[in-house]
């Protein structure tokens, strides 16, 4: 593509910007024209793909491991005293970081409803599991544990997420039922619905009267729901292709900015109510907290701007609409 938008260039005898316009805006045209319907089909609103989510999170929570290892032992000493509950509630607090950053995605993208809210509730109880442990349950050394070891155990995790493929992760996802065309119009009619409420973030009226119209269609016509729309999910991603997409990513992505916004500033207050120079967790909060809550109130007020350009837009076709 570069070297065909430099070719572009040299003939017409003007600079890039002049001939094709704003990078981000021809990115997007050539993306539009070239990418196939079939593959875009299998993104989310967040523009990944089956597989990369949980990819990315076992990643992340390699990271984590590795950066809380590095303060423990800055803090502690090289060597760790852990009792029961430290090593369960450090275990806990690993998959918990994959299950919200990986496994709980993945599953809303694929359209697995039923599953979705099975692990969100798994995660809720794991969440009190975790804290309870940390908190109730008296602590009593029971071995010494080397602070590098958590090290490898994050780079275990960092390199699983960057060696296990895309492909092979979305099909653990996905399932069988998931990865077939479904068969009969009444299984046709409940995928749509749950790609929409799923992977494009439809609320759950707007995709039941989507589902409601095309079954009203197939009466009237008398055809099939695969020979009438073609693939379900091709089907789903046109159905979702219009201008409300970014306003409805901005509306799954408020509550976890939203959240992260208010750990971020519940932090800073301790931070500043209770001050400990000679710390080293307060100066490692000190030098986090500024980072997360510029990132997570700049990612608010993308959010924010995004969902009243929409609402702006949707009111703007229902005063024009015929």
């Known amino acids: 593509m570069l070297a065909e938008v430099h070719e572009i260039a040299a003939e017409a005898g003007q600079p890039l910007r002049q001939v094709v316009g704003e990078p981000k805006t021809y990115a997007d045209t050539v993306a539009a024209e070239r990418i196939s319907e079939t593959r875009r089909s299998a993104e989310g609103l967040d523009g990944a793909t089956a597989g990369g989510r949980f990819t990315a ?21 090289f060597w760790l005293s852990a009792g029961w509950p430290e090593l369960t509630g450090a275990a806990l607090l690993t998959v918990l970081s994959v299950a919200v950053s990986g496994v709980l995605p993945e599953l809303r993208a694929a359209a697995r409803l039923r599953a979705w809210r099975f692990s969100l509730a798994a995660v809720c109880v794991l969440v009190m599991a975790t804290a309870g442990l940390f ?19 994050g780079g275990l995790l960092a390199v699983a ?18 990865t077939a065309e479904p068969v009969g119009d009444d299984a046709w009619l409940a995928r749509l619905e749950a790609l929409l409420r799923g992977r494009h973030g439809y609320p759950p009226a707007a995709a039941a009267r989507c589902r409601e119209e095309a079954r009203d269609h197939l009466r009237a016509s008398g055809g099939g729901a695969a020979e009438e729309f073609g693939p379900v999910e091709v089907y789903a991603l046109r159905l979702a292709d219009t201008p409300g997409r970014k306003s409805r990513s901005a509306r799954a992505h408020l509550i976890p900015a939203v959240a992260m916004c208010a750990i971020g500033l519940r932090w800073g207050y301790d931070v500043l109510a209770h001050p400990e120079p000679g710390s080293v967790w307060f100066w490692a909060k000190a030098a986090v907290l500024p980072l997360g809550v510029w990132a997570w109130g700049s990612s608010l007020l993308d959010i924010v701007s995004a969902m009243r350009h929409g609402t702006r837009k949707g009111t703007a076709r229902r005063h024009h609409s015929p």
């Open 135 to 153: 908190t109730a349950v008296p602590s009593r050394p029971l071995m010494e544990v080397p602070a590098p070891a958590l090290f490898g155990v």
């Open 57 to 77: 999170g076992l990643v992340l929570a390699g990271v984590q491991t590795a950066l809380f290892g590095l303060v423990l032992w800055m803090s502690d000493g």
């Open 161 to 178: 997420g960057f060696r296990l493929s895309e492909e092979r992760a979305g099909r653990w996802f996905l399932g069988r039922r998931a």
